[in-house]
């Protein structure tokens, strides 16, 4: 019996608040992302998928040049993740015939199928069923991270139910037709896919666990630099409660044979009972990750399969991890403490409301605002920390390098606008952060009123006296050197408890404690970069932060205004060149181009500082650190902007190469737009 070719798609949102699309390979295509967000103690991932094929159509930690699954914008992953991404054969035998069925597939597998499937998206998570009633098979993966532990993960779990009325005998290949090498950066993958296939190796296959990395760093250098991180593929099961591993079939020409684009299995179906193969090339190519099973299932039977794609620092840490990973209940206890870890952030906009759907819009909204804004941790120091942040790199955004460190207390790059808009009511919901963001982007303001375009997030330094003393009773004497040596070096928290976790040091108190007393002892410094340029309207959206602040703390103004000398200035080595030499004619028209360039002499001498290189000092930038009051700061700015008015005093020069957010308006500059 065949079936209609075009399924309508239908939206709506059940009882537990997740957003379901049924039929959603034939609803308009769209991309979507995973948060990102592993918890203080967890190494997170970014996760990007599609309503298409099994939705997963890239993943990796720290940035698209650590990808465990290739990164494609938004139209390529839409074409790709069916077949490239995660793939389930299931192989009947009836009668003398074998039936392929694979589910989720939107192909010509499929057409003589009666398939019904949806997709259910949460905030913390993913899940996709669908039901094949031809078959009377049920088939349900559930995606989501894991949080707080020592590597990265994406768990996907499977499950097969026969809903039927006969017992179903069925084999079983579940997983992904390439997996990416640690070591593979996104150049090469784009560039030299082909070459760079000479690097790639698995290890540990004896251990039914394989290890994907590169041998060595493929850079052309004297130098060999041996690759210790890998990424790597944990399939397995239970029986009697007790896990049993699977080990995977790594070569993807032993299930597709001659089919290089993925779209059969040929091998797979060309055996009526497939075995997996003895000896596999474990070298020199694109290697796959699938798991190959066998079951048995009687009327009302459901088998679940388990999987784990992830990184891991070394090969000892993943062999170690094996046993604790695989325990019964480890994975529906990460689970929960997934959806716990997001669940507690969006808890502060706890919206109730006579319209449900403005409730979860509300938090979803706001967890948005923590992933472009960061989430802020306040040590009893006073401290402030943002976690979670990173410049938005969805599909739908390729043209971004975002960053999200694999460390514990993970913070990522982001624009200055971007942040600056998402942290504007955070002293509402965190009065604790007081004028926190005020000094942070007050003080990347440079002197000339412009600012540096990329955050890339705060690092402490300890300071010359004390910490020592302090941090005695906390570990053993033997390590009070190495550790200090590390904190008089810039670092982050999530870098400090790394670097004791890697050195194997054991603390006499608790992760939480020993932190507080190190950055009770260190000053923090915000790092950022020139990046694309300087835009016009940074500047004005500190108005909103200064609003905010005045709002919770109205007592506070005369102290932060005229008080508080503790405002710098950015100190940048790109400079706005003087109109002389950036208008220039262009056959009959004038235009205003090449406004920014980079001052030489200023670079040799930021690159002489040995602290706080890019803040402003006094003596022609050879003094101390030039500090001021936010009122200096403000007419400073106004000073600036006003000098910077066009012609008819009703906007603001587009006079260094950008526009304002508009990024459609790029051309507006070189025609002295404002």
Not at 132 to 139: A, D, F, H, K, P
Not at 306 to 321: F, I, Q
Not at 605 to 633: C, D, F, W
Request: glycine content about 6%.
């Amino acid at each position: 019996m065949k079936h209609t070719l075009e399924k309508k798609p239908k939206y709506y949102l059940d009882r537990d608040g997740a957003f379901v699309i049924e039929n959603y390979n034939h609803a308009k295509p769209f991309a979507n992302f995973f948060p990102g967000i592993a918890g203080k103690f967890g190494i997170p991932m970014w996760v990007f998928y599609v309503n298409r094929g099994q939705a997963i159509s890239s993943f990796g930690i720290k940035s698209k040049d650590q990808a465990i699954l290739e990164f494609y914008p938004a139209n390529k992953a839409w074409q790709i993740t069916p077949s490239c991404g995660f793939r389930t054969f299931i192989k009947l035998t009836q009668g003398a015939k074998s039936i392929l069925y694979e589910p989720f597939h939107n192909g010509s597998t499929n057409l003589e199928f009666d398939l019904v499937n949806k997709m259910k998206i949460t905030s913390h998570g993913l899940s996709l069923q669908e039901h094949n009633r031809t078959l009377g098979l049920e088939v349900n993966v559930d995606y989501f991270n894991i949080p707080n532990d020592s590597y990265a993960g994406l768990v996907r779990i499977v499950s097969i139910k026969n809903l039927g009325r006969k017992t179903r005998a069925i084999q079983l290949l579940d997983g992904l037709p390439q997996i990416i090498p640690y070591g593979t950066n996104h150049w090469c993958l784009k560039e030299m896919s082909r070459t760079i296939e000479a690097w790639m190796n698995i290890e540990n296959l004896e251990n039914s666990v394989p290890f994907y990395k590169l041998a060595v760093d493929p850079s052309d250098q004297p130098e060999v630099v041996h690759i210790k991180e890998g990424n790597f593929y944990l399939c397995f099961h239970y029986e009697n409660n007790q896990a049993c591993l699977i080990k995977p079939i790594v070569e993807p020409q032993n299930i597709f044979g001659p089919v290089t684009d993925f779209s059969c299995p040929r091998r797979f179906l060309s055996e009526k009972k497939f075995k997996a193969p003895r000896n596999e090339q474990f070298a020199n190519m694109t290697p796959c990750a699938f798991m190959l099973a066998e079951t048995e299932l009687r009327p009302g039977m459901e088998k679940t399969f388990y999987a784990v794609s992830g990184y891991m620092r070394s090969l000892k840490t993943l062999n170690s991890s094996v046993g604790r990973i695989t325990a019964a209940g480890y994975l529906t206890a990460k689970k929960d403490e997934n959806k716990q870890v997001i669940s507690e952030l969006e808890s502060n906009i706890t919206t109730s409301s006579s319209c449900r759907e403005y409730d979860l819009y509300a938090k979803q909204t706001y967890l948005d605002n923590i992933m472009r804004g960061g989430y802020p941790h306040v040590f009893n120091s006073g401290q402030v920390f943002y976690l979670y942040s990173r410049k938005h790199g969805d599909p739908e955004r390729d043209y971004n390098r975002f960053l999200l460190q694999p460390t514990y207390f993970s913070q990522g790059n982001g624009n200055y606008r971007d942040a600056n808009q998402n942290r504007r009511s955070d002293i509402w919901f965190n009065p604790e952060v007081k004028e926190e963001n005020i000094v942070s982007f007050f003080n990347l303001i440079q002197a000339d009123g412009f600012n540096p375009l990329v955050m890339k997030g705060a690092v402490f330094t300890a300071t010359e006296t004390g910490l020592g003393e302090k941090i005695q009773g906390l570990v053993d004497e033997k390590h009070l050197a190495t550790i200090q040596a590390f904190v008089k070096k810039p670092f982050t928290p999530g870098e400090l408890i790394m670097f004791l976790k890697e050195r194997e040091i054991i603390l006499k108190v608790t992760r939480e404690e020993f932190l507080e007393v190190v950055i009770s002892y260190c000053r923090k410094s915000e790092e950022a970069e020139h990046g694309d340029g300087f835009w016009t309207d940074h500047w004005a959206y500190n108005l909103d932060l200064l609003e905010s602040y005045l709002g919770v703390y109205p007592e506070s103004s005369a102290e932060l205004f005229f008080k508080k000398k503790i405002f710098t200035f950015f100190d940048n080595i790109e400079i706005v060149r003087p109109r002389q030499e950036k208008y220039v004619r262009c056959g009959n028209k004038f235009m205003q181009l090449h406004s920014v360039a980079l001052d030489h002499e200023k670079k040799e001498m930021v690159a002489k500082r040995a602290t706080s290189p890019h803040l402003v000092r006094t003596l022609y930038g050879q003094g101390e650190v030039y500090q001021t009051t936010l009122i200096n700061k403000l007419l400073c700015l106004l000073a600036n902007k006003l000098a910077s008015l066009d012609p008819f005093g009703t906007g603001i020069e587009m006079e260094a190469n950008k526009p304002n957010w508009y990024d459609s308006l790029n051309g507006l500059p070189a025609l002295f737009g404002s």
